[in-house]
DNA sequence: TTTAGTGCAAAGTTTTTGCATGTCC
DNA sequence: GGACATGCAAAAACTTTGCACTAAA
């Protein structure tokens, strides 16, 4: 689904102060592919951003995606992630969410949880290691697939 | 880690139901496929296996691991997942745990937690569809890594 | 014996890399 | 102007597929 508009101005704002602070070029492609990403919340494929970029930029190559994407993920700007058949998908919310795996489908969506994000982690998995984050990964039907009575 | 023998002796027996119960062969291959991936617990790699099984039976050849595991998650025999880069990885145990990322190395750790086995789930989560099973990704620094020093 | 499974080889996808040219600071 | 980024093309890495032969039931 499309993000606001206010919501896109302000990771657009955050991406440039990141890229400045970083000390590397703000070019065309690399503007343009961030707000791509920034676009949408349906963590969209590489595929996607490349040709609809393509659309503002049409001389913009496949490797220089690759290639500012993975930057991105560097810079903490974006996560990505490999499901299972396909290819690899983006997100540039990187607020602390959860997600719902819709395992008929494979949409992935993202929900906020306040109670999950206290959880009480017990000392068999502390003891693991030093803990960064937790995040939970919800499997099921989602509410489209749900309505949809056969499948496919 | 290596699992224990008792532990291996259960899944193969576990796999045996299975595979005669959705009407397929039991194969050479597939009891030796399966026996490599049931035999550790650090999710190994599609490489690994082949590897691995190669050296009981040489003439395996790498497409028929790449069908075997396929048709292994078609029997929910074993999980498979796609690391950010390099190859997939699987995991013969399907009884429910969470996992551990290190952001360093990459390893992936089991662990069981009841606690988080009993998550409640906001209503905005609730929401998004039918919900099937949840697990929890911990992301974060593992105690092999933490003792290393440096970044390599 | 019959059907499903395997091995081989070839092709399909997805992702990465080297280098000359172009662009931003 | 100088260094970093891009585009092109080629290759690498990973995965799937078609078909003739083999082995399990």
Redesign the pocket.
Known sequence: MKRSAKEIKRMMDHFREVVLRAG???????IEIFREAALTDDHPK??TIFRNVRRR?P??????V???L?LYQELGLLAAF?PL????GFDADMTHHHHFVCTRCGAIHDFVDDGLDRLALSPSARRLGQVDSAHVEIRGICAACARTPKKS
């Open positions: 590397i070029k703000l070019t065309q492609q690399r590489l595929e930029l001389t913009v190559s496949l490797d220089t690759y290639r500012t993975h490999r058949n396909g290819p690899a």
